[in-house]
């Protein structure tokens, strides 16, 4: 029993799109981060030293004013536009690359998901017992691990640049201004890159865990797997009752299409094969029911009770059966076969009706290919 209840299979497809319409997803915030944090630092080196450039410019107008600017009140909204107009691409692009890159980011792993199913609230996260177990849970210690090990990446890294940039950043001082500003900034630049690109081995860890927990959750029972498999494929006992249904109406359907034959092909015992006509030269004899034993019995008391004609031709009637189904044309090698027989029966209508002689009886040999026989 406690076997049973083991969850050692792996998630069905319904399963994993169940949980995806829940909002059930490998997510990894790690990869999110770094994502992000790359993509400014990247950013920052493109657009950083033109940001910059714009800026002293900006300063250097704000704090040069004439005479006239000071007393004049319009002034600060042309300085406000001027200062506007030499920032706003280069910020822009900056906004842009993080935007698309905490989008990108955030669907990276597990892809772009929407519902609102995960967006209502859940009160068994208010749960304190549920707090408790996620804080000190294995997930709980596996954030404790990561935080920590976050904590060492970002200090080595944070110790390496300072210890590549360290003589430049002593002899600032000695550079001539504005020089040694935009040294500056080009010098955080890069250490900023190197402290983005340093939580790179975090995230290459956490998305294969996170793909790995996502998938330790999904997992199911065997149990479990048995119900889902019987309930999308219904029920043995249902889907025996839907045939029976099934079979019934088209049987019935059958029925009622017997009596507009033209005539009916018999085993004799065994098998019925009712075939009709269109008298329009295109169109080949269409079987327009069959059946084989209690069905076939039917057929032919249908066929009786309506003036249907009962032609016995075993070979012909298994041809038929099992080469056609219902409402479709006999295949081009019985042509010839159903031909002699449609020519029969219309010479013995017309025998019937006074308008004709007896026809001769219809030949026990009739040519049907080897690959249709039965």
Known sequence: MEQSSEKTEEPTAKKIEDARKKGQLARSRELSTVLVLAASAIALLIFGGIVAESLF???????????????????????????????????????????????????????????????????????????????????????????????LVIATATMTALYLYRNEAIHLDLENYPANLFHAMDMIQWAFLILCLSLIPVAVIDVPYQMHKHNEELKMTKQEVKDEHKNSDGDPQTKGRIRKLQYQAAANRMMQAVPDADVVVTNPTHYSVALKYQDDGDMAPVVVAKGADELAMHIRKI??????????????????????????????????????????????????????KRPNPLSKTLPIPPELRR
């Open 57 to 151: 410019s900006v300063m250097g107008s704000l704090f040069e004013l004439s005479r006239d600017e000071t007393y004049d009140p319009l002034h600060m909204f042309q300085a406000l536009q001027y200062s506007i107009d030499r920032v706003k691409v280069p910020v822009i692009m900056f906004l842009v690359i993080g935007m698309v890159a905490g989008v990108y980011g955030s669907i990276a792993l597990g892809g772009f998901n929407f519902t609102w199913e995960s967006a209502e609230p859940k009160w068994s996260k208010l749960s304190p017992m549920a707090g408790f177990k996620r804080m000190f849970g294995t997930n709980g210690l596996v954030e404790l691990v990561k935080s920590i090990a976050k904590i």
């Open 303 to 356: 066929a009786t009770a309506h003036d249907v004609p009962l032609i016995p031709s075993p070979m012909l009637a298994r041809a038929i059966f099992y080469s056609t189904e219902v409402d479709h044309p006999i295949p081009h090698g019985l042509f010839m076969a159903v031909a002699q027989v449609l020519a029969y029966v219309y010479q013995l209508k017309r025998f019937k009706s006074g308008k004709g």
